[in-house]
């Protein structure tokens, strides 16, 4: 079966402070794309970044960098330099060929 | 910002009515889903279709159904809307190829009374 566990509901951060989000996932299958969502509020859910599996290094975007740790089957999130528009719920994902599964999410709150 | 719509945003409708949710995207993807998402709960998925004519349901059993006839618009149906089919429902869209991201809509939220 395939599953994604992100065990932080909910999280806060101090503006311009880093927060790091877990997430876990399980799959048997050896190829496969990983995915951080962002759902602002009443807003599209957007992608944030995404990593393939087969890759060692870990993908950054501007602020935004992971930690790929693919024997774990870990896939963590760290938001540097955090800003209010960062508030959000934050699904990981991952992609196996046939479709995408997804976690429950974690709520970020940046605070002023 | 993604150019995939949905409506309506929110739908309050009583037990037993005939429910149709638009998807429409202007990308020209051949990939669209349909998601189920609960408050606090992941997202599931309950229909897609890679192209024209094509559909399948997703892990989700779902008493709704799904029709392709154009690339662009995948529409969603319900023929006898119950309390439990309350949520919120997510459309999305992708290019063809593993690493190509989902474009989500804006999600309708639906209450059955």
């Known amino acids: 079966a395939q599953t994604v566990t992100q065990s932080q509901p909910e999280m806060s951060v101090q503006e311009a402070e880093t927060v790091t989000l877990s997430c876990t996932y399980d799959t048997s299958e050896n190829n496969y794309y990983l995915f951080w969502y962002k759902q602002p509020p009443s807003r599209q859910m957007i992608l944030v970044i995404r990593?393939?599996?087969?890759?060692?290094q870990n993908a950054t975007e501007n602020r935004f960098s992971v930690n790929f740790q693919k024997a774990a089957k870990s896939f963590s999130l760290k938001i540097s330099d955090s800003q209010l528009g960062d508030t959000a719920m934050y699904f990981c994902a991952f992609w196996t060929g046939n479709q995408f599964y997804f976690g429950t999410g974690t709520s970020l709150t940046v605070i002023p | 910002e993604a150019d995939i719509y949905q409506t309506p945003r929110y739908l309050v409708i009583g037990t037993g009515k005939k429910i149709t949710l638009e998807c429409s995207q202007t990308m020209g993807h051949d990939k669209m889903y349909w998601y189920q998402q609960d408050p606090g709960m992941e997202l599931h998925l309950i229909h897609y279709?890679?192209?024209?004519?094509?559909?399948e349901k997703g892990d989700l059993s779902s008493e709704s159904t799904v029709s392709r006839i154009r690339t662009e618009h995948f529409p969603l149906t319900l023929e006898s809307a119950r309390p439990s089919h309350t949520s919120q429902y997510l459309c999305?869209?992708?290019?063809?190829?593993?690493?190509?991201?989902?474009?989500f809509g804006d999600g309708t939220r639906l209450s059955i009374l």
């Open positions: 999305a869209s992708s290019e063809p190829g593993p690493n190509q991201p989902q474009h």
């Open positions: 990593q393939e599996a087969y890759k060692q």
């Open positions: 279709s890679y192209g024209v004519n094509s559909t």
